[in-house]
Nanobody, 113 residues
Framework: QVQLVESGGGLVQPGGSLRLSCAAS????????MDWYRQAPGKLRELVAD???????NYADSVKGRFTISRDNAKKTVYLQMNSLKPEDTAVYYC???????WGQGTQVTVSS
């Protein structure tokens, strides 16, 4: 079982930036593909971005060109750099081990003036 702890959320103005971090426990983090999901109030949880064990990435159309997912296997951490934030990016953001039931507790991101 992998434990995931997210951090880095907060309140930011439109156009601003945040970087989310997800620290994982376990000794074999490097073999896991990792995801970032988000869930806004009243909406379904949606996939934002994923990164494979080899570093390949995919993004939801809504965040392409604005968000960047990355990983540091030595630190057992996956990141989500979010730039040019919009009010519609407001949600709880969750870290997830792909194809597993391992989820973090979530971190709130609020984009508002």
């Amino acid at each position: 079982q992998v434990q995931l702890v997210e951090s880095g959320g907060g309140l930011v103005q439109p156009g601003g930036s945040l970087r989310l971090s997800c620290a994982a426990s376990g000794s074999i983090f490097s073999i896991y593909a990792m995801d970032w999901y988000r869930q806004a109030p009243g909406k379904l949880r949606e996939l934002v971005a994923d990164i494979g064990s080899g570093g390949g990435t995919n993004y939801a159309d809504s965040v392409k060109g604005r968000f960047t997912i990355s990983r540091d296997n030595a630190k057992k951490t996956v990141y989500l750099q979010m730039n040019s934030l919009k009010p519609e990016d407001t949600a709880v953001y969750y870290c997830h081990v792909k194809h597993s039931s391992n989820w973090g507790q979530g971190t709130q991101v609020t984009v508002s003036s």
